[in-house]
């Protein structure tokens, strides 16, 4: 494979975490809004339900399944802003989401 290739590659997969990355974000502004709303505590208790079932089943770091529950447990103000962090802890924190089950909702 040429250095060219090599660049290529790169940058195109550069671009696809790009566009993942900005996804995630779009999601975690639903939900904010979401948790803004009536539907809360609906959403926050199976968030937190999707955290325990990660933990249960080894699925992520303890890392992670320790912040999240940290986070869920803020008022939604403070949640929003934890969630939509744009430093690197906020983008990974975004890529083990416990808000999947948001995708593909209309707002």
Not at 52 to 67: F, K, N, Q, T, V
Not at 77 to 82: D, I, T, V
């Amino acid at each position: 494979m040429s250095d060219d290739e090599i660049l290529e590659q790169r940058r195109l997969a550069r671009q696809e975490k790009s566009k993942r990355d900005a996804e995630l974000m779009q999601l975690h502004v639903l939900a904010a809004d979401v948790m803004m709303g009536s539907r809360s505590q609906q959403v926050r208790e199976r968030a937190l339900s999707r955290v325990d079932a990660w933990e249960e089943g080894a699925l992520c770091s303890l890392r992670y399944i320790a912040e999240w529950r940290r986070m869920l447990n803020l008022s939604p103000p403070a949640l929003r802003q934890a969630m939509l962090r744009l430093d690197a802890e906020g983008v990974a924190l975004r890529q083990n989401t416990p808000f999947g089950f948001l995708m593909g909702r209309q707002q």
